[in-house]
């Protein structure tokens, strides 16, 4: 690029000053918001990346064709894992995964720690590198264990970790083991997150059910061998199936359940560990690419209402500078030479909103991961060649998007006519119009899903989820194990306090709270040859006073009875429906033949223990003296709260010393369940904004560019007495039928794209017609606003000096 045409196009934006900055606002609000899409897009993509073996190694999950829809399970038996490397042949490698306890004890201290149970096969498959010791080295030891740099720091401080004996609890007691390697800390973009890693075996049920298919409590993993399809390995495991699993697929078809192509009631599929982050219909972790592909659709239309916007103002500033054209037409510059210095101009143009877009970038991401909206390693993502060469191809894209078309359009403009300042673009029109339209169509659609969606968002907070959640407090216990002892002492310390009704505990929280943790635990048996499924909570005395649980027949657990000690269980009415009539109270039902009878003391109304996305699912609540408790509820009231928690901590404090005080309130624990549509229902409400400030923009610049076109037979309407009302309407019809036409091509295309999407949850609003009224009504507000000053003052003006302007 010639440094003379730099030189002209720097002149030539310096002079016309007003505009430069209006393209340039525009272009910053369109690049900050583009890259920060991409950005965020490719950080997703990022996910599970890492592993030099990740294109081989797969999770196992089933899919049961339920008359309601398809659900999905991951958890397994013991002897899963094992049966599948021995008898899957396209299978080289396997490893189970098993929550193993989270109490770590050092020198009679207790930390609390995310432990997974693994297999040898682990290390062989996943790329966790190890800065001390092996990991290999370590998972062939049986009570060897390997600890993440962070966790190691937690647990010994300064010391080096090892060859440190440590007591785990696996289970239900604690075993020794030895600190044999020390591990880097998963990147913050791995799907599988933990503290520390042992050998499967430690496990305290493991010798028990070890050979048992229908105690399913872990997820497994394995590696294809080089060459091995993915379709062989499940047609493998079909067979599998068939051979072990006869009863199951007999007993589901009696149970109604639906057949897939092959005529199987269920199957088992493996999903690639790199299409685990994206799967969000199996376990609801992580993104879905549908999620992805709004966010990127939204950052993309920002970004063409900014180039439209841009197109649409160098169209307006293209009668100004007509005869600067043909000025240079007449002293020998050529159409390409024209279209080289213009274009020059946006280039740069869009150069410089893009350097302050990125400042703007590093900026925001430092202030939202100081609050922590979101983790440090998105800024490191900020660097990364992937985002950095998209980001440029971005940039060249826009240049040559907003800046080719208005620079090879005024290189064509006839010299006569530049010439003589009496440039006509009618046949432009179209083109002129067509971009207007494209904006507001776009800003009616973000304004319609935000409404749409806000309105969703307070329908999910708002629902009735068939427990009383007002004032109601949940706090993360920082040993599960003593659970039952820290709540009794509780009780003790706070028995005189005023405004608490109810403690009592759960092994899963209520929403999602300030530990983070969102637990689910379930189990699948045969009984009498039907397939029960049901959700499992550990509880204490008091759990359904205390989180306001409906009763519907029997009682609750109460300490006047000793035998609810020994596995007494209260059961929801959608599992006494599994059980048929053997599902009464006073029943005593065996479902594991290596553990104690359930005794059903109560059968209670479903409510939904996990979020509104789903449905209530059927649970049981289990009443074990050895089970973990690792939250109390702390019933209390109105006048009361805020009390309660401070004298919440106090007390804490002195039970727990070493943990940090997590209490919060179950309403907030409940709404950051619906994180994701909060957010959502954000970023749409800023794309709104920043798509309505860029179509007003672009819009005003076009009334400008009329009005000025217009000045003289404005001014002879007036002489012959054309009223100020009219001539403001007769300049503003034409804008706001563009407007009308917008709204008539937006509107049906919001109501079928939030249709779909709310039909992903089986609890949501209704699309009311008042909303898109709504909607019309915004926009046709917002450009009457925008249209009024210009055509006002047009109207206004002097009729004899309209007349003799030149």
């Not at 999950?61 to 339920?66: I, Q, S």
């Not at 966790?151 to 020794?176: H, I």
């Not at 280039?347 to 983790?375: H, P, T």
């Not at 029943?587 to 104690?596: R, Y």
Request: net charge positive; aromatic share 10%; hydrophobic share 45%.
């Amino acid at each position: 690029m010639p440094v003379r045409n730099l030189k002209y196009a720097w002149r030539s934006l310096v002079r016309n000053k007003w505009n430069t900055f209006i393209n340039s606002g525009g272009l910053i609000l369109g690049f900050t918001i583009g890259l920060g899409v991409l950005l965020a897009v490719i950080y997703q993509l990022q996910f599970d990346k890492f592993h030099a073996k990740g294109g081989r190694i797969y999770q196992v999950y089933n899919e049961y064709y339920k008359p309601s829809g398809t659900e999905y399970g991951v958890q397994f038996g013991y002897p899963a894992g094992p049966v599948y490397l021995s008898d899957i042949n396209a299978v080289e490698k396997m490893s189970r995964w098993v929550p193993g306890g989270s109490n770590l004890r050092f020198n009679e201290h207790e930390s609390n720690l995310g432990v997974i149970l693994v297999d040898t096969g682990f290390a062989a498959m996943f790329s966790f590198p190890a800065v001390k010791g092996s990991l290999a080295a370590s998972l062939q030891q049986l009570n060897g264990l390997a600890i993440t740099e962070s966790a190691a720091k937690k647990v010994f401080g300064q010391e080096d970790p090892l060859g440190k004996k440590v007591q785990l609890s696996n289970g239900e007691v604690f075993l020794e083991h030895t600190v044999t390697a020390v591990l880097k800390d998963p990147p913050m973009q791995s799907s599988l997150r933990f503290d520390a890693l042992a050998r499967v075996e430690n496990r305290s049920d493991y010798a028990q059910q070890k050979n048992k298919w229908d105690y399913q409590n872990q997820s497994v993993f394995v590696m294809l061998k080089p060459g091995a399809s993915r379709g062989t390995a499940e047609k493998q495991l079909s067979e599998l199936n068939h051979r072990i699993h006869a009863e199951s697929y007999a007993s589901m078809k009696q149970e109604g359940y639906l057949t897939n192509e092959q005529g199987d009631t269920y199957a088992t599929k493996l999903r690639c560990l790199e299409e685990l982050h994206f799967s969000k219909q199996i376990d609801d972790h992580g993104v879905a690419y549908t999620e992805l592909a709004v966010v990127l659709g939204v950052g993309l239309m920002i970004i063409l209402i900014a180039c439209f916007n841009y197109i649409n103002i160098n169209l307006a500033q293209a009668f100004i500078r007509a005869k600067e054209i043909g000025v240079r037409k007449c002293l020998g510059a050529g159409k390409s030479q024209l279209v080289r210095q213009l274009w020059t101009e946006s280039f740069l143009v869009c150069c410089v909103a893009f350097v302050v877009s990125f400042a703007a970038l590093q900026y925001l991401l430092d202030y939202f991961a100081a609050r922590g909206n979101f983790n440090i390693a998105m800024k490191g993502m900020s660097m990364h060649p992937l985002f950095l060469g998209s980001a440029l191809g971005l940039l060249v894209l826009v240049s040559l998007l907003a800046g080719g078309y208005p620079s090879w359009l005024m290189s064509r403009f006839p010299l006569v006519e530049t010439l003589k300042g009496k440039l006509a673009m009618n046949g432009k029109h179209r083109l002129r119009n067509g971009l207007i339209v494209f904006q507001f169509v776009i800003a009616c659609l973000m304004i319609s899903c935000t409404l749409v969606i806000y309105r969703q968002f307070q329908h999910l907070q708002a629902a009735d989820l068939g427990i009383n959640k007002e004032y109601l407090i949940s706090l993360p216990l920082q040993n599960g194990k003593k659970g039952r002892e820290t709540i009794s002492k509780l009780r003790s310390r706070l028995a005189n306090f005023p405004g608490i009704t109810s403690i009592s505990g759960s092994s899963i929280n209520l929403g999602r709270g300030r530990d983070g943790v969102s637990m689910k635990s379930s189990i699948g048996f045969s009984y009498k040859g039907k397939q029960i499924f049901t959700n499992i909570a550990q509880t204490d005395y008091d759990y359904s006073k205390t989180v306001g649980i409906t009763l519907i027949n029997g009682r609750d657990f109460d300490q006047s009875y000793a035998s609810d000690t020994n596995h007494s269980v209260l059961i929801a009415e959608s599992v006494a429906k599994q059980f048929g009539k053997d599902a009464v109270v006073g029943a005593s039902i065996l479902v594991d033949s290596a553990a104690p009878r359930w005794n059903i003391v109560g059968i209670f109304k479903d409510f939904h223990l996990y979020s509104m996305r789903e449905e209530a699912q059927p649970l049981t609540l289990v009443m074990e003296p050895n089970s973990d408790i690792n939250y109390c509820f702390v019933k209390t009231t109105a006048q009361r709260a805020k009390a309660t928690m401070d004298q919440l901590q106090v007390v804490m404090k002195a039970l727990e010393p070493d943990a940090d005080f997590r209490g919060s309130f179950v309403a907030e624990n409940i709404e950051n369940w619906y994180k994701q549509e909060k957010t959502m229902s954000q970023m749409f409400s800023l794309a709104a904004i920043i798509s309505v400030i860029l179509s007003c923009t672009g819009l005003l610049a076009m009334v400008m560019q009329v009005t000025r076109q217009r000045v003289k037979e404005i001014g002879i309407r007036k002489v012959l007495g054309a009223s100020t009302e009219q001539i403001s309407w007769l300049v503003s019809r034409s804008f706001l039928k563009l407007v009308g036409l917008s709204v008539l091509i937006a509107i049906p295309v919001a109501w079928i794209l939030m249709h779909q999407w709310l039909q992903s949850f089986p609890y949501h609003i209704r699309l009311e017609w008042w909303l898109f009224g709504l909607v019309a009504l915004t926009a046709f507000v917002v450009a009457l606003v925008t249209i009024a000053f210009n055509t006002w003052k047009a109207a206004t003006q002097n009729p004899v000096k309209s007349i003799r302007t030149e």
